[in-house]
């Protein structure tokens, strides 16, 4: 899936492209993945470079996980990890919990998402993160941690089996520093 972003962020701008290839392997077994990249060369915010994947095994109705991501940023990089558990449940509902760890940082955040695709055509989540992250603060010369709680709803359409149209909408509450409010339209193509 290769993506394109144009992000805002206190008056900064920057783009980012990526691009993340999965894995055959689930067609034919319970085991599947997946590698990303991305790329902004002029970041302010964002990673300048980023790398990394997932891989999942199948348990009955269940799938674990474990992910890796590296990011680069101008002054500094980091290793994001990320184990994580699917439970299948019924009537196309899945619940997926995720924690995702900077041991640099000593940050994490817990990340539980349901999903509901009761068919191809369309596809829906909620999800719920809590934790605290790190934030430099230049006047401080220091990194700082804050605790931070988000929300976001989005909602996917296929009206045909190649191409989807979708909106999301997503609030985040980083304490003392600020609150975030977005929405986005998007189109995909699968092939």
């Known amino acids: 899936m290769l993506n394109a972003l ?5 008056g900064l701008h920057d783009n980012q ?10 067609e034919k077994t319970k085991r599947w993945g997946y590698i990303s990249m991305s790329v902004s060369p002029d970041a302010q915010f964002l990673p300048k470079t980023a790398f990394g994947g997932e891989i999942y095994q199948g348990y009955g109705k269940s799938e674990i996980s474990l992910g890796f991501r590296r990011m680069n940023f101008s002054d500094t990089s980091i290793n994001m990890f990320f184990p994580g558990i699917i439970y299948y449940l019924s009537s196309g509902f ?9 041991p640099q ?3 994490f955040s817990l990340v539980s998402t349901l999903n509901y695709e ?3 055509r369309f ?12 934030d430099r603060i230049g006047s401080l010369q220091d990194l700082q941690k804050y605790d931070t709680v988000s929300n976001r709803l989005r909602a996917e359409y296929r009206f045909v089996p190649a191409v989807s ?17 977005g929405a986005t339209l998007f189109s995909s193509y699968w092939w």
């Open 94 to 102: 899945a619940l997926n919990e995720k924690i995702y760890i900077i």
């Open 123 to 134: 596809r829906g989540l909620y999800s719920l993160a809590a934790g605290n992250a790190a």
């Open 6 to 10: 144009d992000a805002y962020r206190f």
């Open 118 to 120: 009761p068919n191809y």
């Open 17 to 26: 492209v990526s691009l993340d290839v999965y894995s055959k392997l689930g």
């Open 165 to 181: 149209i979708g909106a999301e909408i997503s609030y985040e509450y980083r304490a003392h520093l600020y609150n975030t409010y």
């Open 105 to 107: 940082n000593a940050t």
